[in-house]
């Protein structure tokens, strides 16, 4: 009898110092951090900005850019330390200045030749990724800021570019520069507010600067029968203002 007494004490000792080390565990877990994903997609605006948008004929460098439409799909993740992770994928489209620029290439042809210019143009075109680190700042419960410093890699088209140049005495002359396509290291600063729907959706509204350099070689320059090849670098700085919505999963 006093055996199984003893045996009876030792059961309910080791079943009490287990029942805490679980119950030790579960509040440890819920007192982690809980890591947080989102997802979201959001359009909006492409603004060219500096070099790439100016129109000064004066400046060898001036791209004579334009908005177009710009997306971005982007993952993020993060914990109670605020600091996370994120990735997002991008496109974005901005159309030449045609007019701009034909006005531009007028002002070198002889002003009493009686000639006239005229330029079609199609966009820059790129697509590409970035990753890097963001902060998770809460400005109101359902409001949080996102600031983002990334690099990347962008795939860039440039515009197929041609040049009609007419007059009166002689056959028109013709000009085409082909569109082609190159790759670029990128630069992106950002920043996303949040503002939630529900526990899971929630609105967001972007704004990211992209900073390229690419070179572009062995671009054709096909002049009537002629054709040459020619090499550039062309600095792509744009300003993506973009809404959408999200969720958390």
């Known amino acids: ?26 509040e440890n877990t819920a007192l982690q951090p809980k890591e947080i994903i989102m997802i979201d997609i959001a359009g909006g605006l492409s603004t060219a900005s500096g070099d790439f948008a100016s129109i000064d004929a004066g400046n060898p460098a ?32 901005n159309p030449i200045r045609h007019t ?4 531009a290439f007028s002002a070198q042809l002889p002003p009493s030749s009686g000639q006239t210019l005229s330029v079609d143009a199609a ?7 970035s990753g890097g680190i963001m902060l998770n700042i809460p400005v109101k419960t359902t409001v949080n800021l996102q600031p983002r410093l990334c690099l990347g890699y962008v795939f860039i088209t440039s515009p197929k570019l041609i040049t009609r140049i007419e007059s009166p005495l002689t056959a028109p002359m013709v000009q085409t520069q082909d569109g082609v396509m190159s790759t670029a290291t990128l630069l992106q600063l950002g920043g996303a507010f949040t503002v939630d729907l529900t526990e899971k959706y929630y609105l ?7 900073y390229s350099n690419p070179k572009f070689t062995n671009v054709s320059v096909t002049r009537g029968s002629t054709t040459t090849p ?12 973009s809404i959408g919505v ?4």
């Open 1 to 26: 009898m006093r055996t199984t007494l003893i045996l009876l004490v030792l059961v309910l000792c080791s079943t009490t110092m287990y029942a805490q080390r679980y119950a030790y565990e579960d």
């Open 62 to 93: 001036a791209g004579f850019n334009t908005n177009g439409p710009c997306i971005q799909a982007r993952y993020t993740t993060y914990t109670g330390t605020k600091v996370g992770y994120v990735a997002t994928l991008f496109y974005h489209n």
């Open 100 to 103: 701009e620029l034909a006005t």
């Open 123 to 129: 966009s820059w075109t790129s697509v590409g990724i």
């Open 204 to 210: 967001i509204g972007d704004a990211a600067y992209n």
């Open 230 to 241: 020619v090499s550039f670098q062309e600095t792509v700085t744009v300003l993506n203002f």
């Open 246 to 249: 999200g969720m958390r999963l």
